[in-house]
């Protein structure tokens, strides 16, 4: 097979993007497996180095942070339970509402959607305040509830799944009824088998999104052990006795390398349920 | 009291519409009912208040004895199929069949045995696993007939159920599915807009225009003797003739032919129908057509023609008849078969 010039140029630009998103990361990993001396004198690697081990073994075990209690390991974990609880509550109360939104056609349905979009207008960030506010008057600081709870609203799921609901034909519905099924046993039985693809694409989402926050974390805990990984990036590896030993850029490439590893796992394993999704629903 | 009853059943939309007004009807157990009229007649909303997918505005529905106003389509025990057959996308065959009868709590086995049983009935046994994309249209008609069937319901519905199929696979269908109602002797009722549908179908038939029901009768009474001008031209094909005319003393006088001796006591503006299979050809008939076009059927021809004040007529002759394009023909009114309806009121009065 011949290529023409066109195929060769869509070629060259694909490969070109290949590289964008796939060079840093792989500079980051050939980083981190050389010494930090190394790195400071000679710049940024693109070949593996001998220290790999030594540098992984040591962020994953080493406690660091201000009084040094927390190890990244444990933070990584943090930060796991954080998304996971984040993503899963996010996709279950989107799902429901939306499903309430769409099937019970109660008068205020359409106020009460727009109520709930307008929501998007004001993020964490915005209301940082009265959410820590109210989250401390109920004395979840320094716990997984608290790290979790004020983050599981979410207008942009609800939205996907309502428009997504509404794609389903009234016949269905009809049928199911019919069939003897209540209004608990549709949504089982029908919407979330039939939404499986947008579950696993809104978890995915939800699941990023729980895994990146920053700010949240930051103001939430004050115990070390609640600390997440995104926080941990900026903390654990500041020096404290600043001035007198050298930044080890070593660990942080090898902690960012790490960091990466569990919303990876999540996208590869939801991967298969997403195609198996696309493949199944078309009609 | 008979099998199902509908008393006084009427239907406004939120929005003001009436959509069926003060219909009673009542269907015998076993009976195979149609429901036939054009799109937007309420047909449809009839068979949805018997199923419990609209509510009653007023009137009652009573089935088997019971009250069935006020209760939920899932307690009603009637069994739909829907004209896009509304199947489970995401579940197998099996499954799809299954449903119902596990919403009920029946048992593993015994769902096994009426769900192999039904697909036995339906011809669907080997399809069981799949799932209903990789099914073919006809396929998905049986399933969601066995979907029905599974369950043994008290009543069937059908709602233009076979409106999605191509012309071949509709005319056997039709014929499958009156098989099947026979053998499973379930009272139906089936709602088209084709009245070749409903005529082949039927026990009885309701004929319904703007929410009311026009005339109620087995396929035959109803061809012979339509009772009004709506019903005389929604059945029959290709439509019955329609001229109009005065009514004097018995004697009706229409587009330059008289007709004596008429038994009736109507007097004044009449519109007369006649059936283009209801002519035949004669030397100084009735009506002389000019003949535009000839659709040659086989067994049938159909002449299109005009008569003299340019009226389109047609009629119907056995097809090894050979007519000219272009030519005239002098027809007659076969054994006196001619329909005279009021004018303002499109009542029968012959």
């Not at chain 1, 081990?53 to 075990?61: F, H, I, Q």
């Not at chain 2, 519905?157 to 009156?178: G, V, W, Y």
Request: charged letters at 20%; hydrophobic letters at 45%; glycine letters at 6%.
């Amino acid at each position: 097979m011949k290529f023409k010039p066109l195929q060769i140029i869509a070629h060259i630009i694909l490969i070109l993007g290949v590289l964008l998103m796939v060079v840093p990361i792989w500079i980051s990993f050939a980083s981190s497996s050389h010494d930090s001396v190394t790195i400071l004198t000679e710049g940024m690697k693109f070949h593996i180095g001998d220290q790999l081990a030594r540098n992984y073994n040591e962020v994953l075990n080493e406690k660091g942070g201000w009084s040094e209690e927390v190890t990244a390991a444990k933070m990584f974990i943090n930060s796991f339970i954080m998304a996971l609880g984040i993503a899963t509550l996010k996709v279950v109360i989107s799902a429901m509402s939306a499903y309430a939104l769409v099937y019970y056609r109660f008068k205020l349905a359409v106020p009460i959607f727009w109520l709930i979009f307008i929501t998007l207008l004001v993020p964490l960030e915005v209301r940082i305040f009265p959410s820590y506010k109210i989250v401390s008057d109920l004395g979840l600081t320094n716990s997984y509830t608290g790290l979790i709870l004020p983050l599981v609203a979410s207008a942009t799921a609800t939205f996907f799944f309502r428009q997504f609901y509404k794609t389903i034909p009234d016949e269905l519905l009809e049928s199911a009824k019919l069939d003897g099924a209540n209004a608990w046993s549709f949504f089982i039985d029908f919407l979330v088998p039939l939404s499986k693809t947008m579950i696993a694409a809104m978890f995915i989402f939800m699941f990023v999104y729980g895994y990146s926050q920053y700010l949240w974390p930051l103001i939430m805990t004050t115990a070390e052990e609640y600390w997440t990984v995104v926080m941990g990036m900026k903390i654990i590896y500041t020096e404290s006795y600043e001035g007198v030993a050298l930044p080890r850029t070593a660990e942080r490439f090898a902690y960012i390398i790490l960091s990466m590893i569990p919303p990876v796992l999540v996208v590869v394993f939801l991967q298969k349920w997403f195609i198996k999704g696309l493949i199944q629903t078309e009609k | 009291m008979s099998f199902l009853d509908l008393k006084n059943v009427t239907k406004i939309y939120p929005n003001g519409t009436k959509a069926v007004h003060e219909t009673s009807l009542s269907i015998d157990e076993g009976e195979f009912m149609v429901f036939v009229g054009p799109s937007g007649c309420g047909k449809s909303t009839l068979l949805r208040m018997v199923a419990g997918l609209e509510d009653i505005t007023e009137g009652d529905i009573n089935l088997d004895g019971k009250l069935m106003n006020e209760v939920d389509p899932s307690e009603r025990d009637v069994a739909m199929v829907f004209q896009n057959y509304a199947l489970y996308p995401h579940m197998n065959v099996y499954n799809n069949l299954a449903y119902g009868l596990k919403n009920r709590g029946i048992d593993k086995e015994t769902i096994e045995q009426k769900v192999n049983d039904a697909a036995k009935l339906l011809q669907i046994s080997d399809y069981l696993q799949r799932k209903p994309s990789m099914l073919s249209g006809g396929q998905r008609q049986r399933v969601a007939m066995g979907r029905a069937i599974v369950r043994n319901p008290k009543i069937f519905l059908f709602d233009e159920p076979l409106s999605n199929l191509d012309a071949k696979l509709r005319i056997q269908m039709r014929l499958e599915i009156k098989k099947l109602q026979q053998k499973v002797g379930v009272t139906s009722i089936f709602v088209t807009h084709d009245q070749v549908e409903a005529m082949t179908l039927a026990d009885r038939l309701a004929v319904i225009n703007n929410g009311i029901i026009e005339q109620l009768g087995t396929p035959i009474e109803i061809y012979d003797n339509p009772k009004s001008l709506f019903v005389a031209g929604f059945i029959g094909s290709p439509q019955m003739n329609f001229l109009d005319g005065n009514l004097k003393n018995k004697t009706l006088s229409a587009e330059g032919f008289e007709i004596k001796d008429i038994n009736t006591d109507f007097d004044g503006e009449v519109t007369l129908g006649i059936r283009p299979e209801h002519l035949s050809q004669s030397e100084n008939g009735l009506i002389n057509l000019k003949i535009d076009l000839v659709e040659q059927l086989g067994s049938d021809n159909l002449v299109y023609g005009q008569l003299k004040n340019k009226k389109d007529f047609c009629y119907r002759c056995p097809g090894n008849q050979t007519i000219e394009k272009g030519s005239n023909l002098s027809l007659n009114i076969e054994n006196n078969k001619f329909y005279i309806f009021d004018k303002s009121t499109g009542k029968r009065v012959n």
